[in-house]
């Protein structure tokens, strides 16, 4: 179970913390600290308080622990298991637009079932980083006042666990996945059908990711896009996805409101968050951006989709 | 010689008129209406008056032709020569982001060098779509009264006659490229570095095309991003780049002004235009738009895009 909180949490995320091996056309970078909860946690630390819950090994190391509490993420789920931490290593090619995956070492994540202390069970905002639909189900149920839960998934489990997905779907507000998960789970190979399929799922909410092209929303009452922030430089893009839950997440847990429009609204913080992610390697940039810098770039943005 | 236009020409598009034979995972069509001038000419005139200037064969259709004067071209500048029209064959194939040519008869176009009656040459708004940059140099030389003149390319020239490119781009004001264009001829492979190289090489605006993911636009006081309108079923994306040069430039002509913000503008009614080419095969869809549709469909795509 995890330990209680020194302070409540706004927004739990349930995922993994990793050690990555990352080569890009930029460079390369070797048991970096990653995941996709700790990519969510330190976006969403911008703008509220994020308990972070995850397995990492005995060999996690303490730099790595103590660049997550200075962004004042409470770390009383983090929980360390004996063994390994989670390593992954991959590598991006030519425009950087997927990942081929190297290694995937689960380690310590084999066992890794996640049992919430009350602290976390009672955070109005939670994100369902990408696990197995079985962990994802254990920790809805575990939840007792969501206000807004939003889950991510991967194409593995719509292939091997397409009904635990499903049952996530129905019980979730929101959806972020990206273009090539939306097509699988849907069945729909054009885009916006593909996101109002899913839509008809469950959620009141539906992201594609598309990458470096931006990001579609699809709600009850309206459609959106949002491009990626124009970067001239993308070193790696490790992290981008999780990087844009968190902004997203974290804007809307900030403002409480979570209609189509506010979620549209978050969306360009979580845009941003995910161009500080790719702009170095691991959290060497995001982890040092300033909530100052977040608005910054969130008004060039706004500028440059406007008419 | 091009002939005497019964009235006055907003805008003349230099390029191709085509028999095409298209197949996509919607179905496939033989011996149709294509070509850059006719996709540009029909998208524009629901904006102004257009003098096409093109070469077909005398195998050239009536009703094709029929077609297009429906639309109030101005034909004196479409000549017919002794041989057969210019035909293309091409697939695509998955998402359809890129065509597959299978063939090329150039006929008629091989000896094509477009001498412009002087109603032509007194065009105030000039399109150059994709010919070999001597061609457009040659057009270029022979206008009298330019305001504003935007040039197309494509990879071939990019590599076999990229000087003459140079000297086009040096006296053009508007470039329109799609990505892999924008990439090759500039060197850069993100496409914000892309831009802003090509705007450095001469144009007052460059638009980088993305198909399905919209398009970015360079100017020399600030950037703009539009995706493409949301549609969920693409049949033929053949002229979709025409189709949307064709309407911002009929909305730049029927505006008269020009400033980065109004192209911005323009560039929605480029994406509507597009947006009916690509719902059906050949001009079916969109000669059959009126400038109400469209109106209603740009403010569909406004309010896709706005917080």
Known sequence: MTKTPSRAIDL?????????????????????????????????????????????????PRPFRELLAARDIDLSGLETAHGRTFHWAGRYDGAM???????????????????????????????????????????????????????????LWIDVARDGLLEVLR???????????????????????????LLGMGPRFVIVKKGEHGAFLFGRDRSYALPSYP?????????????????????????????????????VYGTVTASYAVSTFSLDGLSKVSRSDVEGRAEDLRRFVTL
């Open 12 to 60: 739990a995320v349930v995922g993994t913390v990793a050690l990555d091996d990352v080569a890009t056309p930029a460079g390369k970078a070797d048991a970096v600290l990653g995941g996709s909860a700790t990519y969510f946690s330190v976006a969403a630390s911008l703008f509220a308080r994020v308990g972070l819950v995850a397995v990492v090994g005995d060999d996690f």
């Open 97 to 155: 637009n997927a990942a081929t995956t190297l290694k995937t070492d689960l380690n310590v994540l084999e066992t890794f079932s996640p049992s919430l202390g009350e602290g976390h069970r009672q955070a109005p905002y939670v994100f369902l980083a990408n696990t197995a639909p079985a962990i994802q189900l254990s920790v809805l149920s575990q939840l007792t006042k969501p206000r807004l839960v939003v889950a991510d998934t991967m194409n």
């Open 171 to 197: 019980r979730v507000d929101g959806l972020v996945v990206n273009d090539e998960e939306a097509r699988s789970l849907s069945g729909a190979r054009n885009l916006i059908a593909a996101g109002k399929r």
């Open 231 to 267: 970067l001239e430089d993308v070193r790696d893009p490790t992290g981008a996805g999780d990087s844009f839950a968190g902004g997203l997440m974290g804007a809307l847990a900030a403002s409480g409101r979570f209609e189509t429009a506010d979620v549209a609204r978050a969306m």
